[in-house]
């Protein structure tokens, strides 16, 4: 696991631009669990409390990607790999957070679709796309697979989370 927060910050300062959170998951349900709590937990000490917009949004969104991951993109004995940044913009006033799932499978790229009314399935993409500022899809470099991101532009100033640690 790589995971960088910048220990000797104080949580005031957490919103500094380069906050990383890189993760292996197995291609399970719970791999995709696992993830989402995590997503969420680093969202938190990084200054987008629990059961805010930003956090909610950010997660579901992180989970929808790792879900397809395992349902579309997984390949036996192979994990899927998540990746969370935080960069703060302050001349901007704004934070851009992108989550990127990556896959070993390079055959199935996620397309937009509008199921039929009563199908159980496939409106993971179009919560993507209606929540993320952009989202797509980048090939794997130097192995087979795919990179599924998004992106999501907050205005405003992170929020300090009393007694958060890194």
């Known amino acids: 696991m790589k995971s960088t927060t910048h ?24 791999g995709v669990r696992l993830a989402r709590r995590l997503v969420s937990h680093r969202l938190h000490e990084w200054g987008h409390p629990y059961n805010t917009t930003t956090n909610d949004t950010v997660t ?15 390949v036996p004995g192979r994990d899927f790999h998540l990746r969370l940044t935080l960069d703060a913009d302050a001349d901007a006033g704004s934070t851009t ?44 470099v130097a192995a087979p697979g795919k990179t599924v991101w998004a992106q999501l532009v907050v205005s405003g100033r992170v929020q300090t989370v009393p007694g958060a640690t890194n």
């Not at 579901?60 to 997984?74: F, K, W």
């Open 60 to 74: 579901l969104i992180a989970a929808e990607l790792a879900a397809n991951a395992v349902r579309h993109g997984h």
């Open 7 to 30: 220990p000797t910050q104080p949580a005031h300062e957490l919103h500094a631009p380069g906050q990383e959170f890189d993760m292996r998951f197995t291609s399970t349900p719970r």
């Open 97 to 140: 957070i992108r989550i990127e799932v990556t896959d070993t499978r390079t055959e199935r790229i996620p397309v937009l679709a509008s199921p039929t009314p009563d199908a159980e399935t496939g409106r993971g993409l179009l919560l993507v796309a209606a929540l993320a500022t952009h989202w797509g899809t980048t090939p794997r």
